[in-house]
């Protein structure tokens, strides 16, 4: 058994000590183990070969999770951070020769401008032909090159090995500030038969929807394609006739997210119906200054008989007033997805118009989420008089955070029991750490005295 040296051990807690939190604690708990020996013989080098590999999956599980909630925002900062199945194969030869017997741990491709050649193609070759996962990232970037930057050597490189690799790709994410229509155009001469996730976020300054998933010879594997993201404003967003063409070749679609306004609304007025038989789940995140037509005609264009949870976060909308028009709307047509169990509900504030419509809209939920900065508001609207009968099939309550008004709570779970709609249990996401404060816990003590009702933590 090869020992790592007090070199090597130096060397790689230098690494460790990038990565961020969560990625660094079980990592240091390991080389915190493999200190500790028997007879010149680390008791970590007793662990099997297939535990080590599933500790090892674990880890860099936890990392790309990490990685994909700065997507979006902080790019910049998930690509410098060290990749943890690199650190793993420098704790030891016996680790190294374990990481390298796992193809599958070297599937995940990321690619960004002036990266290193030699780390891709070194990915590459160790994921020994498993379906990649492959990211391009062309934000935060100054070209070298004058003029566009589609002809930036750097990015026609990128672009052929996505093209040359995308008949192997499961997930593929392009997320560029910068027009990237050399990709789109060579993807219409390929095909990607094994993917499934297509996350596409295309920037303002090219109107994308002229080349982006050509529905005439789709590039893709429709009925392989389960979860699909589109990005992007309505200026550079697909066609209508486009975006119905493309959902209804998709028969296998279940997960959809548009983020933004991608979708092209505003410059149509012969708006296509789509049906998506199997969508199971749509995300929508509207963004800053959209327009009062796109989220009411999203409602209205999309028929998703087997929808059972729908996200609707408002967050990035600039006001109420880009909301108000999809509330009218709620309130005056028929429930848009009567088949919803699961809403949930994003928003720095919801008026009394806003829960009375979503109250109307969706009364077959039996589970409502909502963030942290309208719960008491929730709480208020359901123990009104006048709407104590909203909702009337809702058992599960979701919140983000432990600081909200628990007398607002007693008063509703009460409320509820005494009219025959109960709510039976009570999460809050992401505050297992207050599970075992002596102040909650007298807390769930007190709720319980009142009224049967479950309270967890996730």
Known sequence: MTMITMPERVAVRQELARLSGKTKRPLCRIMDAQALTYDGVSYISFIPNELLEMIFVETVKGTTRTDEDYSSSCTLTSRLRPRPELVLTSVSQHWRSVALGMPFLWTEIRLFLRQNVDLVNLYLTRSQGQLLDMRFTGIHCDFHSQGSSEFDPDYLRICRIILSHVHICRRLEVHGAFPFPKLLDGMKRIKAPMLEELMVHYPLNIPNS?????????????????????????????????????????????????????????????????????????????????????????????????????????????????????????????????????????????????????????????????????????????????????????????????????????????????????????????????????????????????????????
């Open 210 to 458: 002229k080349h982006l998933l050509f529905t005439e010879d789709l590039f893709l594997s429709a009925d392989r394609l389960t979860m699909l993201t589109l990005n992007g404003l309505w200026v550079s967003g697909l066609s209508p006739e486009n975006f119905s063409n493309l959902l209804s070749h998709l028969t296998s679609l279940t997960q959809l997210t548009l983020i933004g306004e991608p979708v092209d609304y505003v410059r149509s007025r012969d708006i296509p119906v789509v049906e998506i038989p199997l969508l199971q789940t749509m995300v929508l995140k509207p963004g800053p200054n959209i327009s009062r037509s796109y989220l009411p005609t999203v409602f209205r264009t999309i028929r998703a008989p087997a929808l059972r949870e729908l996200v609707l976060d408002f967050h990035s909308a600039t006001s109420t007033r880009d909301l108000q028009s999809l509330v009218d709307k709620l309130k005056r047509g028929t429930p848009p997805f009567p088949s919803v169990r699961l809403l949930t509900l994003c928003s720095r504030s919801m008026a009394y118009d806003g829960w009375h419509a979503f109250a109307s809209a969706f009364p077959s939920i039996t589970t409502l989420s909502v963030s942290k900065c309208i719960m008491n508001q929730l709480m208020g609207f359901l123990s009104c008089a006048g709407r104590r009968d909203a909702f009337p099939n809702l058992r599960t309550l979701l919140f983000d955070d432990v600081q909200f008004e628990w007398s607002l709570l007693l008063q509703l779970l009460q409320i509820r029991e005494a009219a025959g709609m109960p709510v039976r249990e009570v999460k809050m996401r992401g505050c297992k750490k207050h599970a075992q404060s002596e102040l909650v816990g007298k807390l769930v003590a007190s709720l319980a005295t009142y009224t049967p009702v479950v309270i967890g933590w996730t």
